[in-house]
């Protein structure tokens, strides 16, 4: 699958305060958002943030886990360098740990959708499946606009808890927010309007609830 939104590209250019600059559902990297490393780690926390970026960048996962412990040790409380430090986690194969740096992020900002999107694909990925719906729906209580927040809801109601009318609604709404004009998403959405015409937005307030 080469939707933006869908490719497997776990890195995300979150933010120091917590908020992650682009939605990226599995996940993409804005290209003009890709840091250079420097020479030489910096010793503030946001030059080292991007250090940290650039070496994600280079897939170079365990250095990377390294250069974020310390930082999140140091700035508990910025919210960006726990959810890359979850992603990194990911990367090396360990959930727990990962899973407990992303609840840390919220810790420290609860508003962070990319903290919340991610927990929701961790949890969808261990077959959690109404937790991962429950952490994206929190997400999009804080950030209604996240594109990946709609996209993977879009693709836990198409595959997972199949239910047309959310995968639908989802689906539109993350093609609008992402400008997303590959045709196989058009087919998809075709293919889910055939089923139900007409969403219900009753349906989808009543699902923010869960």
């Not at 198409?158 to 709404?173: C, F, G, I, S």
């Amino acid at each position: 699958m080469s939707l933006r939104y869908a490719r497997h590209l776990l890195l995300v250019t979150v933010l120091l305060q917590g908020c992650a600059s682009a939605p990226s559902g599995e996940n993409y990297v804005p290209t003009s958002d890709k840091p250079q490393a420097p020479a030489e780690p910096v010793k503030d926390a946001e030059g080292k943030h991007r250090y940290v970026l650039a070496l994600m960048e280079k897939e170079d996962w365990h250095q990377a886990a390294g250069e974020l412990e310390l930082l999140t040790a140091a700035r508990p409380k910025l919210s960006g360098p726990w959810v890359n430090l979850g992603i990194v986690r990911t990367m090396l194969g360990d959930g727990t740990a990962a899973e407990t740096a992303f609840r840390q992020a919220l810790v420290a900002n609860d508003g962070n959708a990319e903290a919340w999107n991610q927990l929701g694909m961790l949890q969808r990925r261990s077959g959690r499946l109404e937790d991962a719906r429950a952490s994206y729906n929190a997400g999009l209580q804080k950030s209604p606009d996240h594109a990946a927040l709609h996209w993977n809801l879009a693709i836990l109601h198409d595959r997972y808890l199949p239910d047309p009318v959310l995968a639908l609604t989802h689906y539109e709404r993350y093609r609008v927010l992402a400008k997303d004009q590959d045709p196989r998403l058009a087919v998809w959405i075709a293919k889910l309007r055939e089923q139900v015409p007409v969403p219900v937005p009753a349906k989808m307030s009543a699902e923010a609830q869960k």
